[in-house]
């Protein structure tokens, strides 16, 4: 059988067996490596990635910052008619809180000390909103004095101060406060670069001088030529320069490179974490920790597309839909075990003295009778406004003031018992319909509060003319710009617009 062996039937079934339970055994080994492969190299299993429901679809990033247990994102969404403020557990992902645009679409987001500001667009008007923490509920909501097409170098600061650079007067520094006052801010002019720290502190660049110091107090700013100048700031003493985009401090005047780390382009992408290490994006899906000398302390590899990180998570995306992943490299501190209290020995009871009869309570004077309703004097009451009436137009020289509800047949009683003509600025009759400002009658022009564009209606249109007139340098006066007068002061300010506001939206 040239040196072979036959096998018998009994035999190849055994041999078969044998095989079959050896197969499965490395099967089962094979498995076994490729799991030890995935908990050595893909870092702690316990940590996974949470699908964020509540970012609306097509969104886009404005904010991640971390604030105490909290990891904070606002994103916009693409039509410009909605966004949210999510407010998400550090550790687990979870949506603690969550706000939407209460004034039309969120263009801009910012943490400042422990409130969050948005400036929110509808209708071509710009609001900034102020939300609490932990809460993210609106405490306080005001129009800006500035048109959300010119909103382009801005911030505010933690009291709600609104700055920015005012692209029709020579990209001056303006401020806008949360009393509604409008003051130009020094004398610095062409900014390029405006950025707030999220403890206050203000970096503005004009030219090639930086200005900076505590936004609230412009007298305390210092000045000093930077180089290289700033991309955007990271924390309160660090920002990434332009072009090289390297990461630079910034003390007593001076930058000084920290280490050769190239950094994002974009700011969502790059955070300090609690132990002020550095985290950036270092590929698609994945980010590095480093020290700030530059020494690495890991990787994180993400579902999808990053885009957004702060200390304790970042947001990515995949298929359409958002991921939270909790990042942390920081060791956070046990809590100090508190020490047992020793038990201490009962003490023995007292025996309680007998009552003292100079102790007793002396009694209570009968108390006086209540004065009769007669005997005390009732505020007058304050008399009840009256509705407008033709009495209620006013002469302020050529101008005829009157409120937005006012008639033509009211405006006629008001020349009885002569017979008079209202006309439109061209000249034409006005025999019926709303009075408008501009129009003339007997030598007077026609004052129709609130109505800043001469259509005869109240409507965002003369809020946005206001605006214009508000930004005007000019100081002569016309019936429009004193229709936006409100107040009636004699001073077309901000709070003529804030009182516009709430007269068409009441």
């Avoid at 000249?427 to 129709?448: I, K, Q, S």
């Avoid at 007139?469 to 617009?497: H, I, N």
Wanted: glycine share 8%.
């Amino acid at each position: 059988m040239n040196g072979t062996q036959r096998l018998s039937p009994e035999r190849a079934v055994l041999w078969f067996r044998r095989n079959k339970k050896l197969s499965r055994a490395l099967v089962i080994l094979g498995l076994l490596v490729v799991m030890l492969f995935l908990f050595a190299f893909q870092g702690d299993p316990g940590v996974l990635s949470v699908q964020v429901s509540a970012i609306p679809s097509g969104s886009s990033v404005l904010l991640m910052e971390e604030w105490g247990e909290l990891c904070l994102f606002a994103s916009s969404a693409g039509n410009k008619t909605k966004g949210s403020v999510l407010a998400l557990d550090r550790s687990s992902g979870e949506t603690a809180a969550c706000y939407r645009g209460a004034n039309g679409g969120i263009l801009w987001a910012a943490l400042r000390g422990d409130s969050l500001f948005v400036v929110e667009c509808e209708d071509g008007t710009a609001f900034l909103t102020q939300l609490s923490l932990p809460d993210l509920l609106p405490t306080r909501t005001r129009l800006l004095p500035v048109a959300p097409e010119n909103l382009s170098l801005f911030d505010c600061d933690g009291q709600g101060s609104f700055y920015f650079a005012d692209s029709n007067h020579g990209n001056s520094l303006w401020k806008h406060t949360p009393d509604c006052l409008l003051e130009q801010v020094g004398a610095v002019t062409g900014v390029s670069f405006l950025q707030i720290t999220p403890e206050g502190t203000l970096f503005a660049v004009s030219g090639f001088t930086c200005f900076w110091g505590p936004a609230q107090s412009p007298q305390q700013w210092q000045s000093a030529i930077l180089s290289p100048s700033p991309l955007y700031l990271l924390g309160e003493t660090l920002y990434v320069s332009t072009p090289f985009r390297s990461l630079c401090s910034y003390q007593e005047g001076s930058s000084v490179q920290v280490n050769t780390v190239t950094m994002p382009s974009d700011p969502l992408l790059c955070a300090l974490d609690r132990e002020g290490q550095l985290l950036y994006q270092v590929s698609e899906s994945s980010l590095e920790c480093v020290s700030l000398s530059g020494e690495s302390q890991g990787t994180v590899s993400l579902r999808g597309t990053l885009l957004a990180l702060c200390g304790s998570g970042a947001i990515s995306q995949e298929d359409g839909f958002y991921w939270f992943t909790p990042v942390q490299f920081f060791q956070s501190p046990s809590p100090a075990p508190e020490p047992s209290n020793t038990p201490e020995r009962t003490p023995t009871p007292v025996p309680a003295d007998s009552p003292d009869p100079a102790s007793t309570p002396v009694p209570t004077d009968t108390p006086e009778p209540t004065p009769s309703p007669e005997t005390v004097p009732s505020p007058e009451p304050r008399p009840t406004p009256l509705p407008p009436t033709p009495e209620g137009i006013t002469q302020e020289g050529e101008y005829l003031v009157m409120p937005m509800d006012v008639t033509l047949s009211q405006l006629l009683t008001y020349f009885a018992p002569d017979g008079v003509q209202v006309c439109r600025p061209d000249g034409t009759p006005v025999t019926e319909g709303h009075l408008a400002t501009g129009m003339t009658v007997e030598g007077y022009t026609l004052v129709v509060l609130g109505d800043c564009d001469g259509s005869g209606t109240l409507n965002r249109q003369d809020l946005r003319t206001a605006q214009e007139l508000l930004l005007e340098e000019t100081l002569a006066e016309d019936p429009y710009r004193r229709a936006a007068d409100l107040d009636g002061d004699g001073v077309l300010s901000t709070p003529d617009l804030v009182l516009l506001a709430q007269e068409i939206s009441s």
